[in-house]
Nanobody, 132 residues
Framework: EVQLVESGGGSVQPGGSLRLSCTASGFTFNDSDMGWYRQGPGNECELVSMLDSDSTTYYTDSVKDRFTISQDKAKNTVYLEMSSLKPEDTAVYYC??????????????????????????WGQGTQVTVSS
């Protein structure tokens, strides 16, 4: 069974930092594209960052130079290091996976409001609140 379990969310003041973790089971990272999405209070869902199996990374403009995506393949875990946090970063953050070996499976439903994408597996989400 494929599972993605996020952790590391919480409340932080503006300018603070958090590290989100997403530990996967049921597949390996070697051939998997991984991503982080977030869904804000208005329920808009946006792609925050991606780490593809070829190590290519992507960041949405609003988080460039503040967030860093990385992975530990030995732990089957992907991280999102977030620094200089702003109130507008407040959201539920979702980990998403697109394992090449499981691309033919329907996976699990994406969070409501999140766009169709290559990712077919999703975590349950972790809340990040940035407020003074």
């Amino acid at each position: 069974e494929v599972q993605l379990v996020e952790s590391g969310g919480g409340s932080v003041q503006p300018g603070g930092s958090l590290r989100l973790s997403c530990t996967a089971s049921g597949f390996t990272f070697n051939d998997s594209d991984m991503g982080w999405y977030r869904q804000g209070p208005g329920n808009e869902c946006e792609l925050v960052s991606m780490l593809d199996s070829d190590s290519t990374t992507y960041y949405t403009d609003s988080v460039k130079d503040r967030f860093t995506i990385s992975q530990d393949k030995a732990k089957n875990t992907v991280y999102l290091e977030m620094s200089s946090l702003k109130p507008e970063d407040t959201a539920v953050y979702y980990c998403a996976a697109a394992p090449a070996a499981l691309a033919w499976l329907p996976g699990v439903p994406r969070p409501p409001g999140c766009p169709r994408s290559k990712y077919n597996y999703w975590g349950q989400g972790t809340q990040v609140t940035v407020s003074s």
